[in-house]
């Protein structure tokens, strides 16, 4: 698929005025209040059979998949948090924006939640990423440069700020104050972008899968680390054996019904990156390659990653280190806070 890079300093700086005004509202606290929407009901896959793989988490299911992944920008500040839907995501990755708050993609495919977020704005380093895997990238707002990028053939996309709370396809919720409550409601995706032409029957090459014993011997049940203004922990639990996410000592978790994000795999690479503007924006190198550590059962797998046909995977000796079938979340850290920087005990 077509790459779109992202644009020079130079241009950026033209429109830096006008296009950052979402982001210049300012944070009110939040209330706390009951959502108006049911925010967690992930679609019921049926009964399973071994032989039939969802394409990005290698679990069983009932029948192959034919439908897109979708791919939403879910907001990551203190404020946005609990999120909606997190907890049956295939793969989220997990990327600075700007200063040092992250920002999540989370792409769905074997499961789709009634409501995902809250959902933010567009970067062009998601979006590439969203491409790749043939995904149909959902946001809310844009600079102007970035807009155009997408209008001009970046990706497939819906962006919120055309539908803000249509009740369709957004919805700003009131116990939320903005930019942390615009909501997706995925009923209204497949009617919204037929609409535009898109195709909403995608199904993905999968990925790769294990279901060996992993061949490693360095263990570690607790892992942390620093994006700049907080830590991110995953404590493994031996019993389920998989991995449970913190922001500081605050537990990732679904708003509507406290559900935990557990994870089956935590791929934390670590890569280039670079402010290219007096806004905090960032261009990040997704294309060379580098450092990884791969976390897998409560054991540690120190890996490298390179981006084959667009998807950032762990690699060692050169082939492709699988997956164990789950759900997957990856942590991209800058050089300069690598994973030399990551805290792993037993």
Not at 76 to 99: C, M, T
Request: glycine residues 6%; charged residues 25%; contains cysteine.
């Amino acid at each position: 698929m077509k790459k779109i890079v992202v644009v020079t300093l130079v241009l950026i700086g033209l429109v830096l005025a006008g296009c950052n005004e979402e982001e210049a509202k300012p944070i009110q606290d939040q209330q706390k209040k009951e959502p108006t929407e049911q925010v967690h009901e992930p679609i019921d896959v049926g009964s399973k059979d071994p032989d039939i793989m969802a394409p990005l988490t290698g679990e069983a299911i009932d029948q192959p998949l034919d439908n897109r992944i979708i791919a939403v920008m879910v907001n990551n500040h203190p404020k946005a948090r609990p999120q909606s839907g997190l907890s049956v995501a295939d793969i989220v990755f997990e990327i600075l924006a700007e200063g040092n708050i992250t920002r999540l993609m989370a792409m769905f495919h074997s499961q789709v939640p009634d409501v995902i977020g809250p959902v933010r704005s567009a970067r062009p380093y998601y979006f590439n990423l969203a491409d790749d895997y043939g995904a149909l990238y959902i946001y809310h707002g844009a600079a102007g440069f970035i807009e155009d990028m997408l209008k001009n053939g970046a990706a497939d996309y819906l962006n919120g700020a055309y539908y803000d709370n249509n009740q369709t396809l957004f919805k700003r919720e009131s116990f939320r104050v903005a930019p942390h409550n615009s909501y997706l409601l995925t009923n209204g995706i497949e009617a919204t972008a037929t609409n535009k032409g898109y195709s909403v029957e995608q199904s993905p090459e999968p990925l790769t899968f294990i279901r060996e014993d992993i061949e490693t011997t360095e263990t570690a049940s607790d892992i942390s680390f620093s994006y700049g203004n907080e830590t991110t922990r995953y404590v493994y639990d031996a019993v389920s054996e998989t991995y449970t996410r913190f922001n500081d000592q605050a537990q990732t978790k679904e708003l509507s019904d406290e559900t935990p994000i557990t994870l089956d795999n935590i791929f934390i690479l670590e890569t280039y990156h670079e402010v290219v503007d007096s806004a905090g924006r960032r261009e990040i190198d997704f294309a060379s390659g580098g450092d990884a550590l791969l976390l897998q059962k409560g054991y540690v797998k120190r890996v490298k990653w390179e981006n084959r046909d667009g998807r950032l995977l762990p690699v060692e000796d050169g082939e492709v280190v699988p997956f164990v079938p789950g759900q997957t979340w990856v942590n991209v850290l800058p050089t300069s806070r690598g994973i030399d920087t990551v805290t792993m005990t037993d």
